[in-house]
Structure formats: C-alpha cells, structure tokens
C-alpha cells in the first residue's frame, strides 16, 4: 500500500506522539508498505521542509489549509489517507472525497475538550466547535482504528457506523534496553513522565502522594514544570530528551502511569510511557483499565492497579507503598511483555487498512 499518514502535531520534539508516528512508519515500510508523514505544526517561527524524513507544514491559520498541504498530499498519489484524529478542517474534505481515510483515535475527544472549556474562552470555543463538526469528518471516513474498546463504543463514535478495529499503543520492544537492576536504594524510587496542561495524568494527586509519604517513597517528576506546593521527597525535571530521562528511569525502581482518567470519563487506557515503563524493566502502577490486559485473569505481579477514582491515592496510600517495596528490587523480563511489541499490533492494522482498499475496490466494480 501507499499511505499518506496525517496529523496535526509537532513532530519535531521528541515526545511520546513523535515517538509513536515515527516507529509506525518505519515497521510499515519495513513490511514492505510506501509511507510519507505529512505533519502540520502549530507554530510562528519559519520550517525546513523535512524532519526526521517527515514531510512539515506551517499551519498560520487554524482553519485554512496549510500552504501546498493538499498540493503536496496528491502529488505523492496515495493509495490510502491515514490520519491521527483532530477537530475537523475544511480542507479535510478535499482529502476524504478522494481518498479512503482511516482514523485513529486516542482519546475521549468531546470530555478532554470539556474539560479544557473549563480554562479560557479559546478552550471553550474549541469544545463547541469540534462538538458540532466532527461527525462531519467522521461520516465521510472508511474507518476507525480505536486505541481502545471503550473509545470505539462511544456513542459519539458508534453512531458513525464504520468499519472499526481495536489496536491499543506499543512500542518497538528491540529498541529499548532494559535499564532497571537491582539497587540498595533504601526507599523506593518511583518515575512519572507527563505532560503540562493534562489534568488526566494526575500530577497533583502524586503530591499528595509524595506529602504522605515522606521518608517512604521518593519521586522524579519528568515533564512537567516544579510545582511550588511540592514536598521535598518529589524532584522535577522539566522536558527531557530520551537521553536524558533514561538517565533517570536507570535511577528508579518503579513507573507510574495515568492516575486520573475518570477527569475526562474515560477508564480505558494504553499510555506509551507505561509500555516504556515496562519495557526498561520497572513495575508499574496504574489507575486505569489498560487494554493489553483486559481480559486476563488476574493483573500480574509487577502491576498494582487501583481505581479510577478522585481518591484514589489516598484510598491506596498502603497498598501503593507495600508494593514499591515488594518491587524494589525486581526487574521485570522481556519476555512477560511480548504482548506489547508493535510488530503484532501494526500487522493488524495494516490488514485492516488493506481490506478497507479491497472493499472499496469491489465496490466501483
């Protein structure tokens, strides 16, 4: 196939969306698939025409089309469109009308949307907008590709009535060493990588958790900015490069992941720091469902999962510090994390998208 993959981010930093974009595209075409990446890029100052191999384009006005976008996408003649969700543009139906375009989507939009109204008015305007718009962009799609199974049965989503698959996030396990061994930290160490302007990850229960927990547990906050109110136990570190935070995973016992999911009524998850986690050989702890495991009988021993719930950490303040110290020391194998390898996973997806061109096909004969 021959795939134009779309979106609306910066793929120039080195987060965990960039991360993603640019493995999928390399195991696409290492199974033998032609892909080009067109990246919009929400900024002012001037762009090189590439990054990393992927196409960028200056998006001055958030309405129009970026300058030779459209150009640019038919010159390369795309079998397939395949798109990261986001607020529909109407240059988007330009596209559609002449593609088959999948859509991946990652998140409860119309909640996180919501629940940025809740900041300033530009939040608010960009909840009603995508309220009213999207299923415009949802009707004229082929199919939808779901991180989770919660995401697809959203009546919001279910209503589309499209083909649609469940492919939750991986990583490229051969691309990460696990880090963690044992160490002699008296007190557990445990890492949270986030993000700024997420109420959903749960920063400001961690301080909570760290102010109960002093002289019992310490934490390395990366990617976020210091927060004034936290307790001395609890170290920030600011936006990082992969170098960089390894530097700090090498350092920590255990891996923290989403903890308030419920802000945007969602229980369904599969963050990437999490298979990150894993993958560099650190227990985790969660406050979510997370998709891999669903299904399962029983969570293994080197996941704590506690609910969903605004009081989650205060409710679990033991169980959490039991388990820190029962998984101080232990280094979890690649081999219980198979599950998670994108290699599997892309398969998936790319048989789906091939039976999208099939059914289209048969249809024009």
């Known amino acids: 196939m021959k795939i134009a993959y779309l979106l609306t981010h910066d793929i120039r930093q080195e987060d965990g969306v960039t991360k993603k974009i640019t493995q999928q595209a390399k195991i696409w075409r290492a199974m033998g698939h032609e892909v080009e990446v067109f990246a919009i890029i929400n900024v002012k100052e001037p762009l090189s025409d590439y990054c990393n191999g992927h196409r960028l384009f200056h998006n001055s006005m958030w309405l129009a089309e970026p300058r030779n976008l459209v150009k640019s996408i038919r010159s390369y003649k795309p079998e397939i469109i395949y798109l990261r969700f986001e607020p529909f543009k109407p240059f988007m139906n330009l596209l559609v009308r002449q593609y ?70 991986g990583i490229d396990l051969k691309q990460f060493g696990t880090l963690k061994v044992p160490k002699d930290n008296s007190i557990p160490q445990l890492v949270f990588l986030c993000s700024n302007d997420q109420p959903w990850q749960g920063t400001d229960k961690l301080i909570r958790l760290a102010r109960n927990s002093i002289g019992k547990l310490a934490f390395h906050i990366i990617g976020v900015s210091p927060d004034k109110t936290a307790p001395p136990n609890m170290t920030y570190y600011g936006y990082l490069h992969k170098e960089g935070y390894e530097a700090i995973m090498k350092l920590s016992d255990i891996g923290i992941g989403t903890l308030a999911l419920h802000r945007k009524n969602m229980n369904e998850a599969c963050p990437l720091k999490v298979r990150e986690y894993l993958a560099y050989g650190l227990p985790v702890i ?54 998670i390898d994108y290699n599997e996973l892309e398969e998936k997806r790319l048989s789906f998208m091939a039976s999208i061109l099939a059914l289209q096909r048969h249809e024009k004969e």
């Open 100 to 169: 088959p375009t999948v859509i991946e989507i990652n998140s409860d939009d119309i909640s996180e949307y919501r629940l940025r109204a809740k900041n300033n008015i530009k939040g608010k305007l960009l909840y009603y907008y995508n309220l009213l718009t999207r299923r415009i962009l949802l009707k004229r799609v082929a199919g939808l590709i779901g991180v989770t199974e919660e995401l697809l049965t959203l009546p919001e989503n279910r209503k589309s009535r499209k083909l649609s698959l469940v492919v939750p996030n």
């Open 286 to 339: 969660i406050g979510y469902n997370d998709t891999a495991f669903m299904g399962q009988e029983g969570l293994p021993n080197w996941m704590l999962e506690i609910p969903n719930t605004e009081n989650n950490i205060d409710d679990y303040l033991m169980q959490i510090i039991d388990f820190s110290y029962k998984m101080k020391n232990f280094v979890l194998p690649k081999k219980n994390i198979s599950f």
